[in-house]
């Protein structure tokens, strides 16, 4: 009797689980999909765009920017295609109908050549936090556990007994490893100058240009309601050698121009021509790029790509 009720029982329980599943699957089935509204697919859109704008963008002949383009004076060396042709590229990128509220997309607006300038500095700075302290050691192991806040009271207790048993506290020091823990990569910063020394009266009007879309680019937006102001330009920086990008040098993802330094008498005093145009004026552009330096970047730049991706 008692096996009849069990079989029973069991019966009873998979037929209910397959009336379950059934009815789920039924369910399943009959369910549509609500189709994603067009905000949603533009927005998904926009941030794909987005981006990929950030990364990267090597600069071949091919595909050489077409809009404005200002050469620093003196242009008898911006201007020259002769080999060995080292000159930096600052593309300025500004936010599409700002007024109206923008796509999240940003158009290429000016370029502005100058020839390489002193110190091309790469530098990266990684952020860890040592626990060296009793204090950062015992706050550790309590977040881990609380079993490890038992044995590192233990181990700090027999630490310091051992150090004042010792008889030798003079002549000693208490050595405590240290526990490193990555925290994050500083983002990179570039710092640039540029002395233009015109040598006539139109390359002295282009210098004006160049110093006048420099500012304009890095200098936000009022916007009509004159409560908001939109972002400046973004850029990209590219180190060209032959009119491609110098494998050697730094490659820099898209950047923020963080100061614009306008030196007007570079030679301590305003020294003009005759129209009054200074005959030097040094330029110091200060960028920082917006996003993290990854190994991958690096791989993906380098031509022992497959032994550096094998970390992946």
């Known amino acids: 009797m008692l096996g009849l009720i069990t079989s029973l029982s069991q019966v009873v329980y998979t037929t209910a689980q397959s009336g379950h599943i059934t009815a789920s699957n039924s369910a399943h089935k009959n369910r549509t999909l609500q189709p994603k509204t067009q905000q949603e697919l533009d927005n998904e859109k926009n941030k794909a765009s987005r981006v ?25 060396v911006t201007t020259n295609e002769n080999p060995p042709y080292h000159k930096i590229m600052y593309m300025a990128y500004e936010w ?8 999240n997309t940003m158009n290429l607006a000016n370029t502005f050549i100058f020839p390489f300038p002193a110190g091309i500095n790469d530098k990266v700075t990684t952020e860890w936090d040592d626990e060296t302290s009793m204090i950062k050691r015992l706050t550790a192991a309590l977040v881990t556990s609380d079993k490890k806040i038992g044995d590192q009271l233990k181990k700090e207790a027999q ?11 003079r002549k000693v020091a208490e050595f405590n490893q240290a526990d490193f823990y990555f925290k994050s990569v500083a983002k990179r ?10 040598q006539s009266e139109t390359e002295s009007v282009v210098m004006k240009d160049i110093v006048d879309w420099i ?6 937006l009022l916007k009509k309601t004159n409560v908001q102001l939109i972002g ?19 490659k820099i993802k898209r950047c923020i121009l963080e100061s614009v330094a306008i030196n007007d008498t570079p030679n301590d005093s305003f020294q003009s021509s005759e129209n009054s145009h ?3 004026v040094e330029i110091e552009l200060t960028f920082k790029e917006i996003g993290i330096r990854t190994k991958q970047d690096i791989g993906s730049n380098s031509g022992t790509r497959s032994k550096m991706m094998q970390w992946e």
């Open 159 to 169: 630490s310091k007994w051992d150090n004042l048993t010792s008889g030798s506290r």
């Open 215 to 220: 500012q304009y680019h890095a200098s936000p």
């Open 232 to 250: 400046p330009a973004e850029w990209e920086i590219h180190f060209l050698s032959n009119g491609v990008d110098n494998p050697f040098l730094p």
């Open 96 to 103: 599409e109908n700002p007024e109206q509220g923008g796509n």
């Open 278 to 280: 200074p005959n030097d």
């Open 189 to 198: 910063d570039f710092t640039f100058s540029h002395k233009m020394t015109p």
């Open 52 to 76: 990929k704008e950030l990364k990267f963008k090597a600069i071949s002949k091919s595909n050489m920017p077409t809009q404005d383009i200002y050469y620093a004076p003196p242009h008898s």
